[in-house]
């Protein structure tokens, strides 16, 4: 089913590549209202776990989820930048455990959890990160006083909307600026001159952590974009 981005916020990040024939390539940024690619249409569940992702990563925290998510969860977060999955790190939950890297909370507020954290230290007098169990919503208010987050849901709201054609679409990543190839088709910028990237491609690199992690990397720095037609 051919796909356009049509409600959410205003840079979603692609995931779920593996349920499409064209597609961008996972962890790539598309704009609100873009076409994107032909797809199984609950790919939103995907695009949405990756948004979220991208969007509390810029709060300047880590983002873990659980691996009880499943496997495609997994990796559209990995697309969206996660820095891993919980059961892989060294933690204890509400008390700091002897060589524990993460101490993992549930708190009320951010009032309940720094004197929590605060009692701890006093008591233990040794290092430790500290992690928040919250749901997307409730990141935002405690991103300020963690190190890191656990994702437990509530994803940010993405929406697709079936189309009939599907244009090529030309990236220029300096101008924050997607070409929808409509009418004419470009191979250079035409505010700078650089070459376009195809945002729209049947390619599939490995589905693997370290090219999610190199394609959000190549990305990390758009913060607008935005398409033209041509
Ligand atoms: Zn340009």
Same mark, same amino acid.
């Given at each position: 089913?051919?796909?356009?981005?049509?409600?959410?916020?205003?840079?979603?990040?692609?995931?779920?590549?593996?349920?499409?024939?064209?597609?961008?390539?996972?962890?790539?940024?598309?704009?609100?209202?873009?076409?994107?690619?032909?797809?199984?249409?609950?790919?939103?569940?995907?695009?949405?776990?990756?948004?979220?992702?991208?969007?509390?990563?810029?709060?300047?925290?880590?983002?873990?989820? !659980? @691996?009880?998510?499943?496997? $495609?969860? /997994?990796?559209?977060?990995?697309?969206?930048? &996660? %820095?891993? +999955?919980?059961?892989?790190?060294?933690? !204890? @939950?509400?008390?700091?455990? $002897?060589? /524990?890297?993460?101490?993992?909370?549930?708190? &009320? %507020?951010? +009032?309940?959890?720094?004197?929590?954290?605060?009692?701890?230290?006093?008591?233990?007098?040794?290092?430790?990160?500290?992690?928040?169990?919250?749901?997307?919503?409730?990141?935002?208010?405690?991103?300020?006083?963690?190190?890191?987050?656990?994702?437990?849901?509530?994803?940010?709201?993405?929406?697709?909307?079936?189309?009939?054609?599907?244009?090529?679409?030309?990236?220029?990543?300096?101008?924050?600026?997607?070409?929808?190839?409509?009418?004419?088709?470009?191979?250079?910028?035409?505010?700078?001159?650089?070459?376009?990237?195809?945002?729209?491609?049947?390619?599939?690199?490995?589905?693997?952590?370290?090219?999610?992690?190199?394609?959000?990397?190549?990305?990390?720095?758009?913060?607008?974009?935005?398409?033209?037609?041509?």
């Amino acid at each position: 089913m051919k796909l356009a981005y049509a409600r959410g916020p205003p840079i979603a990040v692609f995931a779920g590549s593996w349920k499409c024939t064209v597609s961008p390539i996972d962890g790539t940024p598309i704009a609100l209202g873009e076409p994107f690619g032909d797809c199984e249409p609950d790919i939103d569940r995907l695009i949405s776990i990756a948004t979220t992702v991208r969007i509390i990563k810029q709060m300047g925290v880590k983002v873990f989820i !659980s @691996r009880e998510l499943g496997e $495609d969860e /997994v990796d559209a977060a990995y697309a969206g930048g &996660a %820095d891993g +999955v919980l059961e892989e790190l060294s933690f !204890s @939950r509400d008390e700091y455990r $002897d060589g /524990v890297q993460f101490v993992l909370f549930q708190p &009320a %507020d951010p +009032v309940e959890l720094v004197n929590r954290v605060r009692e701890i230290a006093q008591r233990h007098k040794k290092p430790f990160d500290v992690l928040v169990a919250t749901s997307f919503e409730n990141a935002k208010v405690f991103a300020p006083y963690v190190d890191g987050v656990v994702l437990t849901g509530g994803w940010v709201g993405v929406e697709l909307t079936r189309i009939d054609h599907l244009p090529e679409v030309g990236r220029c990543v300096h101008c924050g600026m997607d070409f929808l190839m409509y009418g004419n088709s470009l191979k250079r910028c035409v505010y700078c001159g650089r070459r376009l990237i195809k945002v729209i491609t049947s390619t599939r690199p490995p589905r693997s952590k370290a090219v999610f992690r190199s394609v959000f990397k190549q990305y990390v720095n758009v913060n607008r974009l935005r398409f033209k037609v041509v």
